[in-house]
């Protein structure tokens, strides 16, 4: 019987929903749970690892793990801090607790799969170094800059003849034209933070779940063609498969950055037929996608990571 760890909060519906499809297949799940760390639960790193959670009776042993699956994970680092000598003690704090656990994912990889690897998820925040990995492998990304410089981003602009969208390097805030981004911020001396320039594909929307470097699921995103932004409103999901290249292309993207499971939002340009792979994300919201699409996301990623288990830790599908 398969032990599989989940790293993420207990009552986040996407944990309940994928341990329920666990258990149904005869798997035992352990929720490793670090919202609240280290308040209410404790972490002991050495031979006999183990998991102290104030809501269980006895520490739950990590050694036994068959796989962990990692659907979220802070990998923010502090602040710099205003006031050094009120908060230099917690800074210390912090710091120590975030090494603590990222030590823990590291130790996981050398022993279990894990979905995903620490490294892989870094890449949703380190995205210029993964739109050069990607644009220096061949596979087709928007034209991007990342600057804090208003002269250079104007000349970016100017380039791709205004048609360019600008957005932060992290977080989720609303992607908007750049041209009115700069009207408004001003172009007289640099930004307080860099942000990332990004060329402007107009055409079809669409999202794609990979399991293994292969589709799982694939759909037409339909919104209010006023918004930029497709994720700033409500949404409407038209499934389709995708076309032969574009499979290759997402297939050998997904395996370049280590990322067994993930969404992946595309863009299809109207104007020349291709398809440009935009935002990859590790820790992939699915219960909104099943209620769009009617696919039962839980019960796919559930059957993924027991294969992965039955074959002794492959995690990519046969040919990618």
Known sequence: MPLIGILGQKNDAHVLSLSSELESRGATVLIVDFYNFPRFN???????????????????????????????????????????????????????VHALKSSFIRIMEERIPVINSFPAMLFHRLKPYQYFLLDRNGIPVP????????????????????????????GGAEVVMAEGMLRETGMESPWKRPFMFQQYVAGRSLRAYTLGGQVSSMGV???DEKRVDWRAGPVQVERVEPEEALK???????????????SIDIEHDDSDGKY?????????????????????????????????VKNRGEMWCTGI
């Open 276 to 308: 440009y792979l935009l935002d990859f994300n590790p820790g992939a919201l699915f219960t909104g996608w099943e209620r769009l699409t009617g696919i039962n996301m839980a019960a796919r990623i559930a059957e993924y990571l027991l294969r992965v």
């Open 221 to 223: 995103v339909r919104s």
């Open 42 to 96: 404790l972490l002991t790193l050495n031979r006999d690892m183990c998991y102290d959670d104030i809501h269980v009776l006895q520490p739950l042993p990590l050694n036994d793990l068959d796989l962990l699956f990692v659907r979220s994970f802070s990998t923010r680092m502090p602040r710099a801090l205003r006031n050094q000598e009120k908060c230099e003690a917690q800074s210390a704090e912090t710091v120590a």
């Open 143 to 170: 034209g991007t800059m990342v600057t804090r410089n208003p002269i250079a981003a104007r000349r970016f602009i100017a380039a791709h003849e205004g048609r360019v969208v600008v957005k932060p390097l992290a």
């Open 248 to 262: 290759l292309q997402i297939a050998k993207a997904v395996k370049l950055l280590g990322l067994s499971f993930c």
